[in-house]
């Protein structure tokens, strides 16, 4: 069936089908997605159309019973589509469903997670983040919760001097956060400033199922900003999520990252598997994945939760690979 544009109902099945537990099930919102769906089945599949591809985001968001309907109806509506289908940011149980159809399924990365309510930055291991949170402050930096609406001149400022610094790099999609739109009021969005001048932000989204809580979502800050800006507005919203009883703080996904022979699934592709570590190795301009990842583990993670990616077939396809960086318009 057409494809239509997510809204309402895509916030209502990533909240109540949460078995395959996807912390980033929030992007499933993001504008320019498309959902498909069948009648009678209670469930969506997100996806992205780029070039001969639909990228598809997770698995189905759908009640047990209606997951696999909605795999197999979406598989055959992409192959009358003429279209070759991958999926990326499975959750181990997508992937077993996936591969079990005859997909082609590897680990592609991981997502991270620190537990709240025992979180400290006491101790010596994070005493270098405890010292560039300290500097940040030390050079005026003034923190504080504020509404998308307000901060819209000052988001635009940052990301402008961000993008810039890249050397004039396109703003990021799919398998990022957004800004703005009808679901900015289920976001939460943390601002820095150093006398008076917007300098960073944060912005947060929803996790729901077992591990529920806020995912570190899109983050910016000015490039000649002072050292330990993003450091110290987490440890902010870290202090007022567990003031509030917030159980997980998730660093989402990031790809070539928790790469372990353990997490691979039977009929897995060992060349995409070597060429997932070689990615993490040299992969630097395809995607800053060690600087990602040196992040993330400041904050010691108690989780890795390792994400697949799945073709249609009986091989790992790099076109479909490149296809999911062509959709987040990476390149």
């Known amino acids: ?89 499975l959750q181990r149980p997508d992937a077993e469903r996936y591969a079990g159809r005859g997909f082609t399924v590897n680990q592609v990365g ?32 003034q923190i504080k919760e504020v509404t998308a609406e307000d901060w819209q001149d ?47 932000y944060i912005s947060y989204s929803p996790v729901y199922g077992e591990r529920a809580g806020w995912m570190h979502d899109l983050s910016r800050r000015i490039p000649e900003g002072s050292p330990g800006l993003m450091e110290a507005i987490n440890a902010h919203a870290i202090e007022v999520f567990r003031a509030e009883g917030v159980e997980w703080l998730h660093f989402g996904f990031t790809p070539f990252t928790g790469l372990d022979a353990s997490h691979e699934l039977d009929g897995h592709s060992p060349a995409f598997q070597w060429l997932m570590h070689a990615l993490w190795a040299e992969g630097a301009a395809l995607y800053p994945a060690q600087t990602q990842l040196s992040y993330k583990q400041k904050w010691a993670p108690d989780a890795l939760i390792p994400e697949y990616v799945a073709f249609d077939g009986p091989s790992a396809s790099l076109a479909g690979f490149a296809h999911v960086f062509r959709a987040c318009k990476a390149f």
């Not at 099945?13 to 078995?19: K, P």
């Not at 957004?178 to 289920?186: D, H, M, R, T, Y």
Request: net charge neutral.
């Open 1 to 89: 069936m057409p494809a239509t544009t997510t809204d309402n109902p895509i916030l209502g099945a990533i909240r109540t089908h949460t078995q395959s537990e996807n912390p980033s099930s929030f992007l499933a919102l993001n504008s320019g997605n498309s959902t498909f769906t069948v009648p009678g089945a209670d469930g969506v599949v997100v996806y992205r159309r780029t070039g001969h591809y639909a990228v598809q985001f997770g698995g189905p968001f759908a009640a047990p019973d209606a997951y696999d309907t909605l795999l197999d109806a979406f598989r055959q509506y992409v192959k009358d589509e003429g279209l070759h289908l991958v999926a990326v940011q």
């Open 110 to 141: 991981a997502s991270w997670a620190v537990q709240l309510p025992e979180f400290s930055l006491r101790g010596t291991r994070f005493m270098q983040l405890r010292n560039k949170i300290s500097r940040a402050h030390r050079n005026g930096l």
């Open 154 to 200: 000052a988001i635009a400022t940052i990301d402008e001097a961000w993008l810039g610094s890249k050397g004039g790099a396109q703003q990021l999609e799919f398998l990022v956060g957004q800004i703005g739109g009808e679901p900015q009021a289920q976001r939460r969005l943390f601002a820095g400033t150093i006398e008076g001048a917007p300098v960073a």
